[in-house]
């Protein structure tokens, strides 16, 4: 079976800290994923990455940036942390194959 | 710009009632229309998938309806039982860069005993 897994189930972070939220997934998909889950807004694409070191702005790239050094490992950073990005963060690896995306169980940040 | 929109916000069923939840897409490029069903403290996974050029598809009792010419999709789950209850999200993508996917708002089901 597929694994993403998002090391940091819950944060709590203060305004404009820096935050780093890391995903690892374990079946060598080249594609990542970084979506933001909101009540009533359904998911909405922050960025995403088709190989190491590459990467492409999503939907609402404002007030992120990520990192992908290596294939397996894909992290969301947060320069400066603001209230309006308390959020469900998930991270999502994809196969062509079967056309499927594989989240990870989230990571909710509550920035004070 | 919303490009899916998802219909019912929230639904409650009785047991053994067929819940549907609705979809609307706009953009006519779409080609691939999974649905993702997500329980508390899960992420999303994969429940079923169409690619238009099929009107229905059927896993079990998940039933996916697809009416290209109108641009809409719809989840039917006949004889709904409380373990379906879940938040559902339609997306639309196209199917060579499914990854990126368009997300509807998502339905909160509730099944009752």
């Known amino acids: 079976d597929v694994k993403v897994t998002q090391s940091s189930r819950y944060l709590v972070k203060r305004t404009g800290e820096k935050v780093f939220l890391e995903c690892v997934q374990d079946?060598?998909?080249?594609?990542m994923f970084w979506y933001r889950q909101d009540p009533g807004l359904g998911l909405r694409l922050i960025y995403f990455s088709y190989d190491v070191k590459m990467k492409e702005k999503g939907d609402i790239p404002e007030g992120y940036s990520v990192s992908r050094e290596k294939k397996e490992r894909f992290s969301l950073i947060l320069e400066s942390a603001s209230t309006n990005q308390t959020s469900m963060y998930l991270c999502?690896?994809?196969?062509?194959?079967?056309?499927?995306?594989?989240f990870g169980e989230g990571s909710r940040l509550t920035v004070l | 710009q919303q490009q899916v929109k998802q219909s019912p916000q929230s639904l409650i069923v009785q047991k053994g009632g067929i819940s549907i939840i609705n979809c609307a897409y706009e953009?006519?490029?779409?080609?691939?229309f999974p649905w993702y069903q997500q329980f508390p403290g899960k992420g999303p996974a994969l429940l079923i998938a169409i690619r238009p050029d099929v009107s229905e598809k059927k896993e079990g009792r998940f039933t996916i309806s697809f009416n290209k010419s109108a641009k809409q999709f719809s989840l039917h789950i006949m004889d709904s039982q409380p373990g379906d209850s879940a938040t559902y999200f339609c997306a639309a993508s196209i199917e060579t860069n499914a990854g990126k996917s368009t997300f509807g708002d998502g339905t909160t089901l509730t099944v009752k005993p």
């Open positions: 953009n006519t490029a779409f080609d691939y």
């Open positions: 999502a690896s994809y196969t062509a194959n079967t056309g499927e995306l594989f």
């Open positions: 079946m060598d998909h080249e594609n």
